[in-house]
């Protein structure tokens, strides 16, 4: 059973970077057939898509949504089987609950797994 | 990217069917069989529940069923229940390889 662990701090400064962690249990970060994504949810966007990594033909490939590029990195830890997501420039419209989730290999562009979600609040 | 649109809210009574929508363009909803569906209850993990514009996952209900047509994907949720009420989520796969959600769908069980 596939199980993803979020860890990171709850509160974030403006203009400072939000980063989070995703611990992947049952299923290995480097799965040649998995995305590892980022999405977020806020009462006034509902869920937002953020991006994704994923390793294919022996190298690692990133996506991000074209409203957060240039502000944001996806990556890959094959050490601690984990996916981090690093955030810059944080705004209080950045304020939303954090969910990593799989992509998994059988299906396209869905995800069957989530983490527990992070609720990051921006604020001074 | 803008997010693909849904009807914010959409009621019906026990027992009735519904239909949300999701509607997109040829580079989203309308480019490959890549569009999901997501059952989501407030301070709760979104549940997948139609993955490739038709399928269910094991253990969703048959009451859930998935349509296109054209750049529109549909989500019918058929026999309704006090336990559907939630909001629902597409989310469809883009031709410049990146994916986007629609606005969201509370269901209503009247």
């Known amino acids: 059973q596939v199980q993803l662990q979020q860890s990171g701090p709850g509160l974030v400064r403006p203009s400072q970077t939000l980063s989070l962690t995703c611990a992947i249990s049952?299923?290995?970060?480097?799965?040649?057939?998995?995305?590892w994504n980022w999405i977020r949810q806020s009462p006034s966007r509902g869920l937002e898509w953020l991006g994704r990594?994923?390793?294919?033909?022996?190298?690692?490939?990133?996506d991000y949504a074209v409203s957060f590029r240039g502000r944001i990195i996806i990556s890959p830890d094959t050490s601690r089987n984990l996916v981090s997501l690093h955030l810059n420039y944080v705004t209080p419209d950045d304020t939303a609950v954090y969910y990593c989730?799989?992509?998994?290999?059988?299906?396209?562009?869905?995800?069957?797994?989530w983490g527990q979600g992070t609720k990051v609040t921006v604020s001074s | 990217q803008s997010a693909l649109t849904q009807p914010a809210s959409v009621s019906g009574s026990p027992g009735q069917s519904i239909t949300i929508s999701c509607t997109g363009t040829?580079?989203?909803?309308?480019?490959?069989?890549?569009v999901s569906w997501y059952q989501h209850f407030p301070g709760k993990v979104p549940k997948l529940i139609i993955y490739?514009?038709?399928n269910r996952p094991s253990g969703v209900s048959d009451r859930f069923s998935g349509s296109r047509s054209g750049n529109t994907a549909s989500l019918t949720i058929s026999g309704l229940q006090t336990e559907d009420e939630a909001h629902y989520y597409c989310?469809?796969?883009?031709?410049?390889?990146?994916?986007?959600f629609g606005g969201g769908t509370k269901v209503t069980v009247l």
């Open positions: 490739e514009v038709t």
């Open positions: 989310c469809s796969y883009t031709t410049g390889s990146t994916l986007v």
């Open positions: 989730a799989r992509d998994p290999p059988m299906f396209w562009s869905a995800f069957d797994f």
């Open positions: 990594t994923y390793y294919r033909k022996s190298r690692w490939l990133t």
């Open positions: 040829s580079s989203d909803v309308g480019y490959q069989n890549q």
């Open positions: 049952g299923d290995s970060v480097s799965n040649n057939g998995a995305t």
